[in-house]
């Protein structure tokens, strides 16, 4: 099984990475249900919680801790880019809403527009 960390450390650790503006970060977290490691699709964006595609589950994320896949260089054929650029992380909830009390737990600055 993948070893997990703390939210706050991975996302930290992930906006020093994109701050770089040359690489993408793609949350990656335990199921709690089946154990499979899960990967998101969205770049730079850093969900609270998680649903396994395999199983179902709804996994916290938040409270499990997760860890991040790191893609770096310019963006490949087939490589989403995130959609709120590529120095932006965003901590979202299930749907992919921006949580923005999360944020600032964080010291995040929220994203202006
Ligand atoms: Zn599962």
């Not at 070893?3 to 970060?25: M, S, T, Y």
Request: net charge negative; hydrophobic share 35%.
């Amino acid at each position: 099984m993948m070893n997990l960390h703390p939210f706050a450390d991975v996302v930290q650790r992930a906006k020093e990475i994109c701050a770089e503006g040359n690489a993408r970060c793609f949350q990656q977290f335990n199921c709690a249900g089946c154990g499979i490691k899960q990967t998101m699709a969205e770049p730079n964006r850093f969900y609270t919680k998680g649903q396994c595609e395999e199983c179902g589950h709804i996994t916290d994320i938040w409270a499990d801790g997760c860890n991040h896949m790191l893609i770096l260089g310019p963006p490949t054929r087939g490589t989403p880019e995130p959609e709120h650029g590529r120095r932006q992380i965003i901590i979202a909830n299930a749907h992919g809403d921006e949580l923005a009390q999360q944020l600032a737990d964080l010291g995040i600055a929220r994203r202006e527009s």
